[in-house]
């Protein structure tokens, strides 16, 4: 590829609504171009990218045995509305109507159109297992769109669907997948982990999610450095932090902590560890056919320096569409404000779930339920019933790990996949079954794998950029070399000899492109270090008195003059290293 014969449009300065990094550079960088909120245009630098991640995924997916279709943007709503998920997917739906009035969706997600797919081809346990995927434009109306391809409403997915005829198929599916992502992540030349996570909309049992480490990342990851355990902070199990519970030692009394509402405040007055309070929140669940008579509120007790963790919550039965309690249903229940709230004397009875820690604390210190004092020395079994006990805290980093094998850390990453067991949550819902060896109908077992194509393009930035620009991974580079002639318009010598680098590294299959623009050194210099592409080939008259040409890795603090002849073959073993790398 020559330069004048591409598209190339660089910026010195960010637009003012680019927030991150990634935004900020693909911006600069001319690889995106705002449209509307949330929607983008891939400039033709930014498409060669999202191509080179397609192919690798594609590679992959193929070599997993996965076979490629593709499925509609706009979808019937009828689907959608057999399982549920037009009422439960929300706001986050793009819903349209057509001539007729007729209910589509832009789709945000396949499970409803594959498991349709599924129902009408697959009869038999001979056709199983069957893994189908596709790579399409994805639409979720997101609140705030923000951060360029981080959090954008139309972006692209490549999203597969395995249909097996029991649980273990169905587990080998999903392993064959979880490793297949691993792969892909290798070759994309990414630093990535693997973490178990939480189904969430999508539902079923068990996931993992495949985040790119970045520093910038929106989700915590929790892992023990001395074994496998890794979860992301939603699903990361939190163990007591006391082995059993003490006996007790302090009378229960009422201690006047005036104007102290929160736990650290009240343990420097009393003088106290923050550990030896406990924290409570209130939530409230309604049963609208019941109106206020089918309202209950529950107090959810933490370790005051804990914080609540709201997807397991909701798993606790009885919390799954619970919401925060308002100020005055507060007041109504408990007889004070926050701030002041506990599991004793409350004004009406509340559901009292403790976390594991809490459950086993004595002598804690908690609200009085009245203005401006609090309980010391409160007991389990004494003073309060016995709670019902659940695990509804984020872990901190030095917790124990739940495998017992050490002591957990937190990272910051950015997820780009998601793989998920979903067992018979979709075949049951739209009756997708086959027929059994003994000629019974039975439900397919399903698997769902997605990975976010266009949004793997921030996460690499993200991680891999410095003071000049973007440091691509080889693998996804729009170029993996770029050749940089000093005054090929006025030197004869050097159009030849670049002429004949440029066609010898075509040739050998190296994605080259030739900058044959006249621009001044420092421009040309500064565009391609903006841009990220790995290797740079510099030819000029000088060194080529010399017999020599310059070479610029895109991480090297220096150059490296190479003799004119020896660099094809010096160029072909630095991208054999960046493979052997990736």
Known sequence: MRATRFFISTLKEAPADAEIVSHKLMMRAGMIKRLGSGIYNYMPMGLRIIRKVENIVREEMNRAGAVEMLMPVIQPAEYWQETGRWDKFGPLMMRVKDRHGRDYVIQPTSEEVMTDVARTEIRSYRQLPVNFYHIQTKFRDE??????????????????????????????????????????????????RAVAADNGDIGGSGSHEFHVIAETGEDALVYCPSSDYAANMEAAEGVPLLAERAAAKAELSKTATPGKAKCEDVAALLNIPLQQTVKSIVLTVEDEEKGEAGKQLWLLLLRGDHELNEVKTGKIPGLANYRFASESEIIEWFGTPPGYLGPINTKKPVRIVADRTVANMADFVCGANEADFHFTGANWGRDIPEPQVADIRNVVAGDPSPDGKGVLAIQRGIEVGHVFQLGTSYSQAMKATFLDENGKPQLLQMGCYGIGVTRILGAAIEQNFDDKGIVWPASIAPFEVVICPMGMDRSEAVKTETEALYQALLAAGVDVILDDRGERPGAMFADWELIGVPHRVVIGDRGLKEGKLEYLGRRDSEASNVPVTEMLAFIQSKLAGNQVAG
Do not use: C, H, N, V
């Not at 005829?165 to 997948?177: E, F, H, I, T, W």
């Not at 992540?185 to 630093?191: A, E, I, P, S, Y």
């Open 143 to 192: 609140r705030r769109p923000r951060f360029g391809l981080m959090r954008s409403r139309e972006f692209t997915m490549k999203d597969a669907y395995s249909f097996d005829r029991d649980p273990a198929g169905m587990q080998q599916s999903y392993q064959l997948m979880y490793d297949a992502y691993t792969r892909i992540f290798q070759r994309l030349g990414l630093q990535f």
